[in-house]
């Protein structure tokens, strides 16, 4: 489990284009780390294989998770956000990320607004049924606040440490971007919006007022 609170911009040594190995170079996070342990990159969840001279760490990364993410794309040289998994006594910073990428999203403005700087992200309609305004999206493994959502997408304000000390900086119109949605978010629209008949089981126990009624909530 992440927070969406980057910790360092890595560099990738090594792209793995196709799935295998990826290697990277960080020296922050690689100082705790140990195979096994869990790295959020750019927003995936990856699996430390083995730590290496110089501040490479590798992690195996299969193809579905190179053909859902935009791992895939990355070659030598291409900055990544970095995240190691919260331990139990951390601070709860940004919100619960899972590391697991819902959709990829497209960049479609960049622009200055005061001392932050507004992207607007196009997104599937899995990512945007699930937005409200001032609720929580991960971008690339970043903890953001929705400003404004529609069917189409939605924007970020980020500030300019989150500028600063993240690949935000990097970003311009027509760059891919990981998407999470928030994790509450998915198990209320699972729970309370679904109809029985888009359900994967064959139940019907979605909780709705009746529900409620019967059991001294309503």
């Known amino acids: 489990m992440f927070t969406g609170i980057i910790e360092e911009i890595g560099t990738i040594t090594s792209p793995a284009p196709g799935g295998g190995s990826l290697e990277l170079r960080a020296m922050l996070i690689r100082d705790d780390c140990k195979p096994g342990d ?16 110089g501040g490479v760490i590798s992690f195996d990364v299969s193809p579905e998770t190179m053909s859902r993410s935009n791992i895939g794309a990355l ?3 291409s900055p990544v ?4 998994a919260m331990p139990a006594d951390g601070r709860f910073g940004g919100h619960l990320v899972s590391g697991h990428i819902d959709a ?6 960049r622009r200055r607004d005061g001392n932050a700087v507004i992207f607007t992200i196009t997104a599937p309609p899995v990512v945007t049924r699930l937005l409200v305004e001032k609720g929580s999206i991960a971008v690339d493994g970043i ?3 929705v400003a404004r959502c529609d069917p189409r997408g939605f924007s970020v304000a980020v500030i300019p440490h989150t500028l600063d000390l993240t690949i935000l900086k990097h970003r311009v119109p027509g760059d891919r971007v990981n998407l999470e949605n928030d994790m509450v ?10 109809q029985p008949g888009e359900r994967s089981d064959t139940t019907s126990s979605a909780v709705d007022i009746d529900l409620l009624r ?3 909530f309503a």
């Open 81 to 84: 956000n970095l995240e190691r």
């Open 75 to 77: 070659v030598t040289g």
């Open 143 to 145: 903890s953001l606040t």
């Open 185 to 194: 978010a998915k198990y209320l629209h699972r729970f309370t919006l679904e």
């Open 214 to 216: 019967r059991h001294g």
């Open 104 to 109: 990829i999203g497209t960049v479609g403005e």
């Open 38 to 53: 869990s790295v959020a990159v750019n927003g995936v969840c990856l699996t430390v294989t083995a730590i290496h001279s």
